[in-house]
């Protein structure tokens, strides 16, 4: 939708879309938990991914101030929340897909939708052919997303799409997603979301030493099987099956502290239950969770507890979780990999077919949780517009 509006602004005259949806824009609607989360006031590098290239020139290209500006023109309000999230001032992720879809409209842009692009070939022009059509055209842009949430059309046909123009795929994996871990090591957990440190760490070789991958602090919501949340979306780019999570449950508070707390209460208390220790320290229900996990019995006395006061600190500070999956493509945000960025233009052409453009989440980029996907996915839309109109004077 982006690069089309692009197209059109730059001169280039017949640009259509064709969406498989019976409406466009059905992904980015439910962006940001319907919230529309379109960019990000840091745009370092490092929040985007990828084996094969970067974001960089595309960024520098068209970034986030360009993004805006432009969202601005088309009649949109775009403010940061206190973390540097950008969204739409109405805090609809719909509102952001009618202001595209308004702009299509106005430009007779055409939208050819419930049109699924089942095959597409070059020869001299591109024909591409859906259930319904054949379409001809001088340049073609493959913007058909990845393998994620594929409920919103994208189930990874663009892949075969990229293949067929001899394009290679690298590995594929869901991200954005929450991860799952053994169930009775949350047990009574489900429906808490906490503040935490999260490191991922990894047993390496038969003499298990352990691997420090990755931090990330932030939310962590315990669901029934696993964990979900801000800091374990961030992490799931990185966490394989069989790593482990630690979660430091007070990242603020050094391990020494919480120790002293857990004596200080037990000298004062020293017949209280067991349970009750922990109370005030943590969260009541990580308490119970922490206790079960260093083999302390509930209704046990306080003062029997008193030489672990440094076992249960330790436990709270790295409450360790084995990573047992993710919940897949199915429920991911984005995937993790795509068209390597090697096999592209600067401008996201082809090396392969020549006015070929492949862009977004197709190709081999994917951000952070916060902006960065969709400020990607705008900016390679407009990055091969421009390398369109560069070349295609003659569809002006
Ligand atoms: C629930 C959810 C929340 C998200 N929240 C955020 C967020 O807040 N911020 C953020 O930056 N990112 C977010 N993302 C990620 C972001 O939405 C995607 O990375 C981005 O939309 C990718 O853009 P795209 O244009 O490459 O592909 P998409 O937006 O996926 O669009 C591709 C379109 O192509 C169509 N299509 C696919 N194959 C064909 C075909 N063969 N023929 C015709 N049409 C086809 C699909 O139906 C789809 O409409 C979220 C993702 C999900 C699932």
Same mark, same amino acid.
Not at 167 to 179: F, M, N, W, Y
Not at 243 to 261: K, M, N, R, T, W
Not at 271 to 286: P, T, W, Y
């Given at each position: ?67 805006l500006?432009?969202m601005?023109?088309?009649?949109g309000l775009f403010n ?6 950008i969204?739409p001032a109405? #805090?609809? !992720?719909?509102? /952001? ?6 702009? %299509?409209? @106005?430009?007779?842009?055409? &939208? =050819?939708? $419930? ?7 070059? #020869?001299? !022009?591109?024909? /591409? ?6 379409? %001809?055209? @001088?340049?073609?842009?493959? &913007? =058909?997303? $990845? ?250």
């Amino acid at each position: 939708m982006f690069c089309a509006l692009r197209l059109s602004d730059l001169g280039i005259k017949d640009v259509a879309v064709i969406e498989r949806n019976d409406r466009l824009g059905r992904k980015l609607s439910a962006t940001g938990n319907g919230q529309g989360n379109i960019s990000n006031e840091d745009m370092s590098s490092a929040k985007f991914l990828s084996s094969t290239g970067d974001a960089k020139t595309v960024l520098r290209r068209f970034g986030k101030e360009a993004l805006l500006q432009y969202m601005s023109s088309l009649g949109g309000l775009f403010n940061a929340d206190e973390t540097g999230r950008i969204y739409p001032a109405s #805090r609809q !992720a719909s509102s /952001v897909t009618d202001l595209l879809r308004f702009a %299509l409209t @106005d430009r007779g842009i055409a &939208a =050819c939708l $419930g049109e699924k692009a089942e095959f597409a070939e070059k #020869r001299g !022009a591109f024909i /591409v052919r859906t259930q319904k059509e054949e379409y %001809l055209a @001088d340049f073609l842009v493959l &913007a =058909c997303g $990845g393998k994620a949430s594929p409920h919103f059309g994208t189930d990874g046909y663009g892949y075969a799409l990229a293949k067929s123009f001899g394009h290679t795929v690298t590995d594929l994996s869901p991200s954005l997603v929450r991860l799952r871990t053994d169930p009775a090591l949350i047990r009574g957990l489900k429906g808490i979301r906490t503040d935490c440190r999260v490191s991922l760490k990894k047993e390496n070789g038969s003499k298990k030493r352990t691997l420090f991958l990755q931090e990330q602090r932030g939310d962590v919501l315990f669901t029934d099987n696993g964990v979900s949340g801000d800091a374990i979306f961030r992490m799931s780019a990185f966490a394989e099956t069989g790593d482990f999570l630690y979660l430091d449950f007070l990242p603020e508070i050094g391990a020494g502290s919480v120790a002293e707390a857990i004596r200080h209460k037990i000298a004062m208390y020293p017949d209280m239950r067991a349970e009750d220790v922990l109370r005030c320290i943590v969260n009541s229900a990580i308490g119970r969770a922490v206790l079960r996990r260093c083999g302390i019995a509930m209704d046990g006395n306080a003062k029997d507890v008193s030489h672990r006061s440094k076992y249960l600190a330790d436990t709270i500070k790295g409450y360790m979780l084995p990573v047992k999956g993710t919940d897949g493509f199915e429920n991911a945000q984005v995937t993790k990999g795509g068209v390597p960025m090697y096999e592209l233009e600067d401008d996201l052409e082809s090396k392969f077919t020549e006015n070929l453009y492949i862009i977004g989440e197709l190709a081999d980029i994917d951000g952070e949780c916060g902006g960065y996907n969709l400020q990607w996915a705008f900016s390679s839309g407009a990055v091969a517009a421009e390398g369109i109109a560069g070349r295609g004077s003659a569809c002006r």
